[in-house]
């Protein structure tokens, strides 16, 4: 089992940055790719990036490609989300989630983190 809790979300006004996080425990050495997901108000959940657990290859959506940036910090086993350039539209629910080695799907789900963005 992997265990993940997000942190770092609030209330922050249209271009500003924000920084969420995501610390992963439990079975870390069977993790192969961390994602985050993003849900808002009647709307279908959404991909916005993943990272190789491990360090490596990174994948953005196409809604925040250039704004938002993916990265692991080995040592604490948590996987960051730099935010910048927010719109009212960012707002949402961030979840983060991890693929195992085993798994093709993302097995393990972060309780959420709310974002905010006040025009």
């Known amino acids: 089992q992997v265990q993940l809790v997000e942190s770092g979300g609030g209330l922050v006004q249209a271009g500003d940055s924000l920084r969420i996080s995501c610390a992963a425990s439990?079975?870390?050495?069977?993790?192969?790719?961390m994602a985050w997901f993003r849900q808002a108000p009647g709307k279908e959940r959404e991909f916005v990036a993943a990272?190789?657990?491990?360090?490596?290859?990174?994948l953005y959506g196409d809604s925040v490609e250039g704004r938002f940036t993916v990265s692991q910090d080995n040592a604490k086993s948590t996987v960051s989300l730099q935010m910048g350039s927010l719109k009212p539209e960012d707002t949402a629910v961030y979840y983060c989630?991890?693929?195992?080695?085993?798994?093709?799907?993302?097995?393990?789900w972060g309780q959420g983190t709310q974002v905010t963005v006040s025009s």
């Open positions: 439990g079975r870390t050495f069977s993790i192969f790719r």
């Open positions: 989630a991890a693929q195992s080695v085993v798994d093709t799907t993302y097995k393990y």
């Open positions: 990272i190789r657990w491990g360090g490596g290859g990174t």
